[in-house]
């Protein structure tokens, strides 16, 4: 692991353009349930048959009771070791880009800057009927609802979790971003086996565009032979690793 780590560590210059994409894998050690896992069944609802718009039509009670026991379970969670490395690299690097798949707002509570939420944010809501006197979305980090399911407080229909439900298009400003983002030295992937799309295309495009990439997941994943390095264990122990190595190399002048 030492060499994985040093090789990683050596393409991290102080003046690289790194851009950093993250799964559910990276908020594991935070207790935040991932998506797919066993953890990830509430009531018996798969998160497929609640996290679509034709869930919601049919019961935006049950659809909200989920979302408010999801919000009450992260609100518990605190930022792990893993954001917390990312947070400060997005300090130290000039140009750095963080994308998420997650929802959980932890990469932000930790003090990361530019963030894309590729899915959005479970702690932004937004009115159903996208009424003309509310925003698109805002920020309610109520827990728990005094009322489900909630009301706009615009025109007092329905409002739905501010995030991108199965069937629905990424916001095309954040993808756009997402995309420009692979121009850079380092494309790194944490947490996520990057195989869903569009996420898995921001990694082949990083690779043809010239960038290192590396991964670092618990196991394997389809995109650990694409990439040019793979690193196996918990995101929050192997980026301390390497954040470790990047401390000493910058002691040393090495860099």
Request: charged content about 20%; hydrophobic content about 40%; aromatic content about 8%.
């Amino acid at each position: 692991m030492n060499k994985d780590v040093d090789l990683l560590a050596k393409h991290l210059t102080p003046n690289a353009r790194v851009t950093v994409l993250t799964g559910a894998g990276v908020s594991a050690a935070s207790g935040v349930p991932t998506f797919r896992g066993a953890d990830g069944l509430w009531k018996q609802h798969r998160p497929e048959q609640l996290a679509t718009p034709e869930a919601f039509a049919r019961d935006p009670r049950l659809v909200w009771e989920w979302y408010d026991w999801r919000r009450q379970r992260i609100a518990a969670c605190r930022p792990n070791g893993a954001h917390e490395v990312l947070a400060s690299w997005s300090e130290r690097y000039t140009n750095f880009t963080l994308i998420t798949q997650n929802v959980d707002g932890l990469h932000e509570r930790a003090g990361t800057h530019h963030v894309l939420r590729m899915h959005g944010s479970i702690w932004e809501v937004a009115c159903w009927t996208r009424c003309a006197a509310s925003p698109l979305r805002w920020q309610d980090e109520t827990v728990p609802l005094p009322v489900i399911p909630p009301r706009c407080s615009y025109c007092d229909g329905l409002i739905r979790p501010g995030v991108v439900w199965f069937g629905e298009a990424i916001d095309p400003g954040i993808l756009t971003r997402c995309h420009e983002a692979t121009r850079c030295d380092v494309f790194l992937t944490v947490g996520t086996s990057a195989v869903v799309y569009p996420a898995a295309s921001l990694v082949q495009e990083a690779l043809m565009r010239g960038a290192f990439t590396a991964e670092i997941n618990l196991e394997a994943t389809p995109a650990s032979s694409l990439v040019d390095h793979a690193l196996h264990g918990p995101a929050e122990i192997i980026l301390a690793e390497v954040d470790e190595r990047l401390g000493l190399l910058r002691g040393s002048g090495s860099r």
